[in-house]
């Protein structure tokens, strides 16, 4: 788990919308979704066109979104870059023998 203070902090939000609400007012496509925790905003990822979910960081300074894609739990800050995914092995000092 990072030290993060953000993403200790942060509660879980549930979605405003079901896609990215900006990505369809102009009719783009997104990849990847991401929620912001602290309001519930939908916006896509850095991976798709528009960036909305990084825009909504930078707009509003809501730190910590998390993904919402199937099978995906991890979240991420935008203010100290540091990703918590709980399906993330800890190997460090793990016996692998």
């Not at 912001?36 to 905003?41: D, F, Q, S, Y």
């Amino acid at each position: 788990m990072s030290t993060c203070p953000h993403l200790w902090e942060s509660r879980d939000a549930i979605p405003a919308t079901d896609g990215c609400a900006a990505c369809e007012a102009t009719g783009d496509a997104w990849v990847h979704l991401r929620v912001c925790l602290t309001c519930g905003n939908v916006g896509c990822c850095d991976q798709s066109k528009n960036r909305h979910a990084s825009a909504h960081f930078h707009a509003t300074g809501h730190p910590v979104a998390r993904s919402i894609q199937p099978g995906e739990t991890w979240r991420w800050c935008y203010a100290d870059e540091a990703l918590d995914d709980p399906d993330e092995v800890e190997l460090e000092g793990a016996d692998l023998s």
